[in-house]
């Protein structure tokens, strides 16, 4: 009858289908142009990039596909290498500094499992936010120049937003920009007694003007400065610049500012 005819026609319909979609399948895993034959396969390359501390380099291709892309480790601008000498005394933190292996007596380990041991055998139960060789936006090479009473204090570092900071396309976050400055503000709190006394406050307080966007891989300078010491509060001055100096302080050079209040721990 009528309805035997239909369910028919309705399984040849499916069997082409079915044919087409292997016929497809077979294509692309052949090597030929096609999407990847697996869900693995079309993430594999994105995943890499965004968990790989190290960064990807264009061999100056005008396409890249995934073999033409090799990765090496981050290569520091010439003016944090030059100017950070200057900028005071070296503030030392275990994973901050370096993209090469850590060693660690305590741990036994090497590399990045001493950086997982050393906060973990400290209290931490993840990577530091801004800080570690995987931050989205990594700040390093903090030095500070000590002013008695505290204000006057500065802290100078370097500040490098990675494509894992990406809002608009080609530029970064707001967000990535407001964590640079809270991690800012509270660092150079940390030095108002005249010494490094880390994590000794919390940030209470952070107002951050946006002015300049920042291109995804810039590296720039940040710079906080103690403005106000009264008891446990610590008023500080922040701002990300450009690094190599040139018209600093004008406000086209300023990317982002940020006043800030740190309350300090009781016993500090």
Not at 5 to 30: A, E, G, P
Not at 222 to 228: A, E, F, L, Q
Request: proline share 4%; hydrophobic share 30%.
């Amino acid at each position: 009858g009528n309805g035997v005819v239909q369910v028919h026609i309705m399984m040849q319909i499916c069997s082409w289908i079915l044919l087409s979609r292997t016929m497809t399948v077979q294509r692309n895993s052949t090597g030929s142009d096609g999407p990847p034959t697996s869900v693995h396969q079309a993430n594999r390359f994105d995943s890499n990039s965004m968990l790989d501390p190290i960064e990807r380099v264009d061999d100056g291709s005008k396409s890249m596909s995934n073999s033409e892309v090799t990765v090496a480790k981050r290569e520091l601008p010439r003016w944090v290498k030059d100017q950070a000498p200057r900028w005071g005394e070296k503030i030392r933190i275990p994973e901050w500094d370096d993209d090469e292996s850590l060693e660690s007596d305590d741990c036994g380990a090497s590399g990045d499992d001493a950086i997982d041991c050393y906060r973990s055998e400290n209290g931490w139960k993840g990577t530091d936010l801004c800080h570690s060789i995987n931050s989205p936006v990594r700040i390093s090479h903090y030095g500070v120049k000590y002013k008695e009473e505290g204000v006057g204090t500065v802290l100078t570092g370097a500040c490098h937003f990675t494509p894992r900071a990406e809002s608009h396309a080609g530029y970064c976050h707001g967000g990535s920009m407001t964590s640079v400055m809270d991690d800012c503000l509270g660092w150079t709190a940390f030095h108002v007694t005249g010494s490094c006394v880390p994590w000794s406050g919390f940030t209470a307080q952070v107002n951050v003007s946006l002015k300049r966007p920042i291109a995804v891989g810039s590296y720039l300078k940040i710079v906080g400065r103690i403005t106000k010491w009264e008891g446990r509060k610590v008023w500080i001055h922040s701002q990300l610049v450009p690094g190599d100096d040139k018209d600093v302080g004008e406000d086209n050079s300023i990317h982002c500012s940020a006043e800030g209040l740190v309350i300090l721990k009781r016993d500090i």
